[in-house]
């Protein structure tokens, strides 16, 4: 699932019922319609910034065993789902941005290694918001993050995808 290319207003957003809500702003948060589905309830949202708290909140709120199967189904930096061509638009367009998909090969082999050690440490993958980043602040984000501990990591994570999901929302509002 991808986000919609059109534009939504936030007035007929929030007159969605619940399946067309999921639909349209559900793939803001990874894989994960569940985020939609319970925010839905939170409406109406007065602005962007409303309906982004609100999703995050969702996150933030859910126990921690589904906050970590949520953090699992985020991919891995240049890793096997880009290999195989099976992550989201959205994140093929936001890695492409910082470069992950023209890594050399030292790179490739340097940025598995780091996906590796970092998903072995903390049971789920480094998450950066590679927008805001250089390609050498993403590798070296994964080589001081990975030293943290793994609570201080999952707030990490959560904050760096407030970061995606909230471009991912203003994106696809209109004004």
């Known amino acids: 699932m991808t986000l919609t290319t059109t534009r939504l207003n936030l007035a007929a957003l929030n007159e969605m019922d619940r ?9 803001t948060f990874e894989n994960s ?19 982004h708290a609100a999703m995050l909140d969702v996150v ?9 199967a949520f953090l699992c189904g985020h991919p891995e930096l240049a890793g096997r789902e880009a290999q195989a061509g099976t992550m ?3 994140s093929v367009g936001e890695q492409r941005s910082a470069g ?18 970092y998903r072995e440490r903390h049971g789920f993958p480094f998450i950066i918001a590679v927008r ?17 501990s793994t609570e201080v990591e999952q707030r990490a994570a959560l904050d760096q995808i407030g970061f995606i999901t909230r471009g991912r929302i203003d994106a696809l509002l209109d004004g």
């Open 19 to 27: 399946d067309a809500f999921v639909a349209a702003v559900g793939p």
């Open 33 to 51: 319609p569940w985020v939609a589905q319970a925010a839905w309830a939170r409406r109406p949202f007065a602005d962007a910034g409303a309906l």
């Open 60 to 68: 933030r709120q859910a126990p921690q065993e589904r906050r970590i």
């Open 88 to 90: 989201t638009a959205e």
């Open 100 to 117: 992950l998909d023209a890594l050399s090969r030292d790179e490739l082999g340097e940025m598995q290694y780091l996906n590796r050690a």
């Open 132 to 148: 805001r980043n250089t390609k050498q602040q993403i590798f070296e984000a994964m080589r001081t993050r990975a030293a943290a």
